[in-house]
């Protein structure tokens, strides 16, 4: 279900990609949390975020870009898009929230979170991810607990502090 939802966000294309990706980059333990292409014509941009459990490398960023080139190159499905420039990177510290599983995987990380419509005079919280049920999130915000339908959510971030 949480794939789903993030996908209902992605157009066709940008889908088809993300998925031959991850197949192909699974054998490395890397995953592509979300694909998104931007610009006109000949000056369109793949932007591509993936993770790993021992972290992201620049070998990891350029291992998935030869792969998504040749993917460009050779696949049919994608000969509008042979000469699209392409940026892979890691999700960063304070990471978009891109599926409801990716919330059940931060169960007790502060977050940000915007809200595609006001819900109970809130339309963003600051505060802490409590639970996960279903299709709803549970959030910790001040003194209060809110719960919020996945689908209601326009988008999220992580919001760790960096300690010096």
Do not use: H
Request: proline share 1%.
């Amino acid at each position: 279900m949480g794939l789903f939802c993030c996908l209902m966000q992605m157009n066709n294309i940008e889908i088809e990609l993300m998925q031959i990706v991850n197949d192909l980059v699974l054998k490395k333990n890397i995953n592509v949390l979300n694909t998104k292409i931007t610009g006109w014509k000949n000056t369109k941009k793949a932007e591509i975020i993936i993770e790993k459990n021992s972290g992201i490398t620049l070998d990891d960023c350029a291992f998935v870009s030869n792969i998504i080139d040749d993917i460009l190159k050779n696949n049919k499905s994608f000969v509008d898009l042979k000469n699209m420039s392409i940026e892979v990177s890691s999700p960063g510290i304070n990471r978009e929230l891109y599926t409801i599983d990716d919330f059940s995987q931060y169960i007790g990380e502060k977050v940000i979170v915007k809200l595609k419509k006001t819900l109970n005079g809130i339309k963003s919280i600051r505060g802490i991810i409590l639970d996960v049920d279903k299709s709803d999130i549970i959030f910790k915000m001040n003194k209060m607990e809110i719960t919020v339908p996945y689908s209601e959510i326009q988008k999220a971030n992580l919001n760790r502090e960096i300690k010096v």
